[in-house]
């Protein structure tokens, strides 16, 4: 039997391409759009204003596929709500919905896995299995979105910072960069969407040259190369002043505030000492730190700072004219760090 192409994940004008060549008109491209972006429709039986007939064709040929949970935690204070989502081909990826003061954020992943390598990292323990196709990364997000619309929300904000590196599987981003902007889809600004990376030097500039707004935020954890190759083994092909170079110049084409993400790891890279060339490698940028007390990881010895260390170097990169802002903590009872529920789910597997 040949396969149902899924429509999931297509425009109106790609529903277009595929319906019209079968004698469907223009217009009902837009209706299928709006059943299944707007009302959520799984099924073309549920699509009542197409005939029966043409329900019955479209069923014949397509479907409508989406993730389904694997699995669920809720974090005891009810704000962190993480979901394993697993695709037709039973590969599993993690999204959160944070329930912040500022309204609901999700973090989308866009790999499954992550070859990056990275020390503090769980979502690499098992290296990248492939990459996530557009369709596969909005429906992440429909599958929050749905929940929300439920209780009379929706997606407010979105960070690309799940297992994967958004700037090794460029195109589908992109493309699902597209999807999520598009009115007839969900009509996210991109200013609303962060892109997180560990440093993939050439394709921060090629993201520059799209023209899509969104903030990017750039994963340094050291303000020197050989502390950074260690954390980072993607340092020693991107070493940290490109990675800099490239910030800068993302920040001044796109006129977007850069985040420099900075976990911070007792005894390694949180002394004062790093404070002070982290100030100096970002000054007169248009720059922020994010500081990231690290969620221990035992077995590496990768520990968190006393939390006197932590605001000492926060104050320190303040006095220094950067802004600085420490993440809040949030649903550290449920993993949330990425990668670990995936990894539990494989392990069980194996
Ligand atoms: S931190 Fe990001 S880039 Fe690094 S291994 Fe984890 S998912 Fe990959």
């Not at 039997?1 to 994940?9: A, C, I, S, T, Y």
């Not at 697993?86 to 919905?97: N, R, Y």
């Not at 596969?136 to 439920?150: Q, Y």
């Not at 969620?295 to 520990?303: A, M």
Request: charged residues 25%.
């Amino acid at each position: 039997m040949e396969e149902k192409q899924n429509l999931f994940g297509l425009d109106v004008a790609a529903l277009q391409e595929r319906l019209v060549p079968l004698g469907v008109q223009k217009f009902r491209a837009k209706q299928v759009a709006q059943w299944m972006y707007e009302k959520g429709a799984r099924s073309f039986g549920a699509m009542t204003n197409l005939s029966k007939a043409l329900r019955e064709e479209l069923a014949a040929s397509f479907e409508i596929a989406t993730p389904a949970a694997q699995d669920v935690l809720v974090s005891k204070d009810g704000k962190t709500e993480k979901f394993l989502l697993a695709f037709a081909d039973g590969t599993a990826v993690e999204s959160v919905l944070m329930r912040q003061p500022y309204g609901n954020s999700i973090c989308i992943s866009t790999q499954a896995g992550c070859a990056m390598g990275c020390a503090f990292c769980a979502s690499t323990l098992h290296g990248r299995a492939r990459d996530l196709t557009a369709a596969e990364m909005l429906g992440e997000v429909f599958f929050i979105e749905e929940r929300l619309r439920g209780e009379g929300q929706h997606v407010d904000t979105m960070v690309l910072m799940g297992s994967g590196e958004p700037l090794m599987n460029y195109e589908n981003v992109v493309a699902f960069l597209h999807l999520v902007h598009d009115p007839a889809i969900l009509g996210m600004s991109y200013r609303s969407i962060t892109l997180s990376t560990s440093g993939i030097v050439p394709n921060i500039y090629r993201l520059a040259d799209e023209g899509l707004p969104v903030s990017l935020s750039i994963s340094l954890h050291a303000p020197e190369d050989a502390l950074r190759s260690e954390l980072m083994p993607i340092n020693k092909k991107y070493p940290m002043a490109d990675v800099i170079a490239a910030g800068k110049m993302y920040g001044d084409k796109t006129k977007r505030r850069v985040t420099y993400e900075y976990i911070l790891i007792d005894g390694r890279n949180d002394s004062s000492r790093h404070a002070d060339e982290l100030a100096k490698l970002l000054r007169g940028q248009l720059a922020s730190v994010n500081l990231i007390p690290i969620n221990p990881v035992v077995e590496r010895h990768l520990l968190r700072p006393p939390q006197e260390r932590i605001d000492a170097f926060e104050r320190r990169l303040a006095k220094r004219g950067i802004a600085v802002t420490v993440r809040r903590e949030m649903g550290t009872d449920i993993n949330a760090a990425c990668g670990q529920l995936r990894n539990r789910h494989l392990e069980t597997q194996a």
